[in-house]
């Protein structure tokens, strides 16, 4: 739940993105599920799903942000509370009703944090460079997107990273 509220206030691409790529793994979860049909569903289901103990969870706090992303990824793309087929159902139906309310909400373009940064890129100081900083990598692809298609030329941004900006601080 954490990851996903941390999704939601980065950007409504990011809990879209996010979203969608849970419910497709779900639904080829519920696909290899059905090939199984009987008998040990209720293990596969407990099987595969990623569980997080106390250590690991210490270690993903000090662990490099690459290594956290990659983590959370897998975590927010497998979990699930479901322990039947129907339950599972039930969830990729959910799913399927949050993606598609963030879909309306990005196609809106009713994002406030994006408001507050394209006037300052259209009422701020011409020809002055600007850096932001996100936490997800939807998020930067967002930003990238509405910020050239606001400036009228895609070369005018750059994205870089986190590995990236980590090494060039270093240069």
């Not at 497998?78 to 599972?88: F, G, H, V, Y």
């Not at 509405?146 to 986190?162: C, F, M, N, Q, Y």
Request: aromatic content about 2%; hydrophobic content about 40%; proline content about 4%.
């Amino acid at each position: 739940m954490t990851i996903l509220q941390r999704r939601l206030a980065s950007s409504p691409e990011a809990i879209y993105q996010s979203l969608r790529r849970r419910r497709e793994r779900l639904e080829k979860r519920l696909r290899e599920l059905e090939v199984l049909q009987r008998g040990a569903v209720a293990a596969a289901l407990v099987e595969s799903t990623p569980s997080l103990d106390a250590d690991d969870v210490e270690d993903l706090e000090e662990a490099p942000e690459n290594e956290v992303q990659a983590a959370e990824e897998q975590i927010l793309d497998q979990a699930t509370a479901a322990s039947t087929i129907e339950e599972l159902k039930s969830e990729i139906a959910t799913l399927a009703r949050l993606e598609a309310l963030a879909s309306s909400i990005r196609r809106s373009g009713n994002d406030t944090k994006w408001r507050e940064l394209s006037a300052l890129i259209v009422y701020g100081v011409p020809r002055q460079k600007l850096a932001v900083f996100t936490e997800h990598r939807d998020t930067l692809n967002y930003l990238e997107n509405r910020i050239s298609t606001v400036l009228g030329k895609s070369d005018a941004v750059v994205g870089v990273p986190e590995p990236c900006r980590a090494d060039q601080a270093k240069k």
